[in-house]
């Protein structure tokens, strides 16, 4: 049986915020979501989070997603941490023997799942007593350090508050990643105590407890230092994240995106892009957007959740696009609003239009049928529909519920119709045909 235990109870003082540091968002997620990400990988039979600091306001963000949530009050360290999830899961474990535990810290946003499933492979293939996950970083500031014996067994873990300056030196860290046959944690934490710089119980001493107590204790080497970057601090969340946006882009980009400065281009988690497609640089697309195959978008265009765009549209410069649909081969080339939105296929709407969506209480839906025209300048009050065809002025206002027939030409504020639908028109062009 295998347990997953992120610890989440941290105040995250560093953050100097009001919002628990596990709910700083990276790329439009918060930051407890990678752990339990890469943690799920694993198939884990029970998943807990351990959570202390605000944590109303972390088990909101998650609920109904089948996570044990483990209380730790007051918060004494991260191995107090470990002990008070290591006891909640205990309370739905028949047996304790053989329960393997993988504890995570939950600010490693960037940690893999293969490292994860490696970790945890090392564990079984050594029947090992605990697992620690290590990483050799030329700048270790900020990490434990990981002491070895001559014959290359792990001897302790020192933190940096704790250490002198040769251990300061050493480069191989602690990542903050274990594995625990349960019942070795419950024997090596009753051993600890809180005498160091901060007064916690550490996790670090349980391992080091087990390897003192002459249990066997492994290590994983986690080869790539950028996988373990921790977020203590608002500068660590944005290196964090601006790891995260290159990791992404280098997967769309795989997947036949191009994207033509990585460098300004920011995407989040969540979005789908078809192959083909060219974002242009400095452009951001949030999560729950799509993008169908070779469209073009940006330069500075802002997609945000709820848009869909279809193959072959272009969106331009300075274009906002919200929960909306942009239909295959539309154009929105430049400076324009289209918010809850349905703009069908072969629509082109002119510099500067605006989709007025709001009316200060209620979001309502403009949509422009197939084939439509938008000029510059133009403001589509919602609810409105433009006809299939239509053509709507330069500058012209398109008030509330004053639907434009399709094949019409409308004009000015308030729009009017300069000339009727085609069909209607060419009717009246010539009565006899119609009419005989
Ligand atoms: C910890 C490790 C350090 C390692 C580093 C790497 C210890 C003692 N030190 O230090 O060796 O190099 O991570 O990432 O473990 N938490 C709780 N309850 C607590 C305290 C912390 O749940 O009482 C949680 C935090 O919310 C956080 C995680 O544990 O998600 C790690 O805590 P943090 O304070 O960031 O530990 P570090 O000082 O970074
Ligand atoms: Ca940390």
Same mark, same amino acid.
């Given at each position: 049986?295998?347990?997953?235990?992120?610890?989440?109870?941290?105040?995250?003082?560093?953050?100097r915020?009001d *919002?628990?540091?596990?709910?700083?968002?990276?790329?439009?997620?918060?930051?407890?979501?990678?752990?339990?990400?890469?943690?799920?990988?694993?198939?884990?039979?029970?998943?807990?989070?351990?959570?202390?600091?605000?944590?109303?306001?972390?088990e909101?963000?998650?609920?109904?997603?089948?996570?044990?949530?483990?209380?730790?009050?007051?918060?004494?360290g991260?191995?107090? &941490?470990?002990?008070?999830?290591?006891?909640?899961?205990?309370?739905?474990?028949?047996?304790?023997?053989?329960?393997?535990?993988?504890?995570?810290? +939950?600010?490693?946003?960037?940690?893999?799942?293969?490292?994860?499933?490696?970790? *945890?492979e090392?564990?079984?293939?050594?029947?090992?007593?605990?697992?620690?996950?290590t %990483?050799?970083?030329?700048?270790?500031? +900020?990490?434990?350090?990981?002491?070895?014996?001559?014959?290359?067994?792990?001897?302790?873990?020192?933190?940096?508050?704790?250490?002198?300056e040769?251990?300061?030196?050493?480069?191989?860290?602690?990542?903050g990643t274990?594995?625990?046959?349960l019942?070795?944690?419950?024997? %090596?934490?009753?051993?600890?105590?809180?005498?160091?710089?901060?007064g916690?119980?550490?996790?670090?001493?349980?391992?080091?407890?087990?390897?003192?107590?002459?249990?066997?204790? &492994?290590?994983?080497?986690?080869?790539?230092?950028?996988?373990?970057?921790?977020?203590?601090?608002?500068?660590?969340?944005?290196?964090?994240?601006?790891?995260l946006? %290159?990791?992404?882009?280098?997967?769309?980009?795989?997947?036949?995106?191009?994207?033509?400065?990585?460098?300004t281009?920011?995407?989040e988690? +969540?979005a789908?892009?078809?192959?083909?497609?060219?974002?242009?640089?400095f452009?951001? !697309?949030?999560?729950?957007?799509?993008?169908?195959?070779g469209?073009?978008?940006?330069?500075?265009?802002?997609?945000?959740?709820?848009?869909?765009i279809?193959?072959?549209?272009?969106?331009?410069?300075?274009?906002?696009?919200?929960?909306?649909?942009?239909g295959?081969?539309?154009?929105?080339?430049?400076?324009?609003?289209?918010?809850?939105?349905?703009?069908?296929?072969?629509?082109?709407?002119?510099? +500067?239009?605006?989709?007025?969506?709001?009316?200060?209480?209620?979001?309502?839906?403009?949509?422009?049928?197939?084939n439509?025209?938008?000029?510059?300048?133009?403001?589509?009050v919602?609810?409105?529909? !433009?006809?299939e065809?239509?053509?709507?002025?330069?500058?012209?206002?398109?008030?509330?519920?004053?639907?434009?027939?399709?094949?019409?030409?409308?004009?000015?504020?308030?729009a009017?119709?300069?000339?009727?639908?085609?069909?209607?028109?060419?009717?009246?062009?010539?009565?006899?045909?119609?009419? &005989?």
């Open positions: 049986m295998l347990v997953t235990v992120i610890l989440a109870a941290g105040k995250g003082t560093r953050m915020s *919002l628990p540091k596990v709910l700083h968002r990276l790329l439009g997620l918060p930051l407890l979501e990678y752990a339990l990400e890469a943690t799920a990988s694993l198939g884990p039979d029970l998943r807990v989070v351990v959570v202390g600091h605000a944590r109303g306001k972390v909101a963000a998650f609920s109904g997603r089948g996570i044990v949530w483990a209380h730790q009050d007051p918060q004494l991260t191995g107090h &941490a470990a002990h008070c999830g290591v006891e909640a899961a205990a309370g739905s474990v028949e047996d304790a023997e053989g329960v393997e535990v993988l504890v995570v810290n +939950g600010d490693l946003p960037l940690l893999r799942s293969e490292t994860l499933t490696a970790l *945890l090392t564990h079984r293939g050594t029947s090992a007593a605990v697992t620690v996950l %990483c050799v970083k030329p700048e270790p500031a +900020g990490y434990g350090r990981v002491l070895r014996n001559d014959d290359g067994f792990l001897r302790d873990i020192v933190e940096e508050s704790d250490a002198d040769a251990t300061r030196r050493l480069q191989e860290i602690n990542v274990y594995v625990f046959g019942q070795e944690f419950r024997e %090596c934490y009753s051993k600890i105590g809180r005498g160091n710089a901060q916690e119980y550490y996790l670090t001493d349980v391992v080091v407890e087990a390897a003192r107590g002459g249990k066997r204790v &492994a290590t994983f080497r986690v080869e790539d230092p950028e996988e373990i970057e921790q977020v203590n601090s608002r500068a660590e969340l944005a290196r964090a994240g601006s790891l946006r %290159c990791r992404l882009l280098d997967r769309y980009m795989a997947e036949g995106v191009t994207i033509l400065d990585p460098e281009t920011y995407i988690k +969540g789908r892009i078809g192959r083909d497609t060219t974002i242009l640089p452009t951001m !697309i949030e999560r729950d957007v799509e993008i169908g195959r469209c073009e978008v940006g330069p500075f265009c802002h997609l945000r959740p709820g848009a869909r279809a193959d072959e549209a272009v969106l331009g410069n300075f274009v906002e696009i919200k929960n909306s649909q942009i295959r081969a539309s154009h929105v080339r430049h400076l324009s609003y289209v918010g809850d939105g349905v703009v069908e296929d072969g629509v082109n709407l002119g510099a +500067g239009t605006i989709f007025a969506n709001f009316d200060g209480k209620k979001k309502h839906t403009a949509v422009v049928r197939k439509a025209s938008v000029g510059s300048g133009a403001v589509l919602a609810p409105v529909t !433009i006809g065809g239509a053509v709507v002025g330069a500058g012209a206002v398109v008030p509330k519920g004053r639907d434009v027939p399709a094949g019409a030409v409308v004009a000015g504020v308030p009017r119709v300069i000339q009727r639908g085609k069909r209607k028109q060419e009717q009246a062009e010539s009565p006899g045909t119609s009419g &005989a």
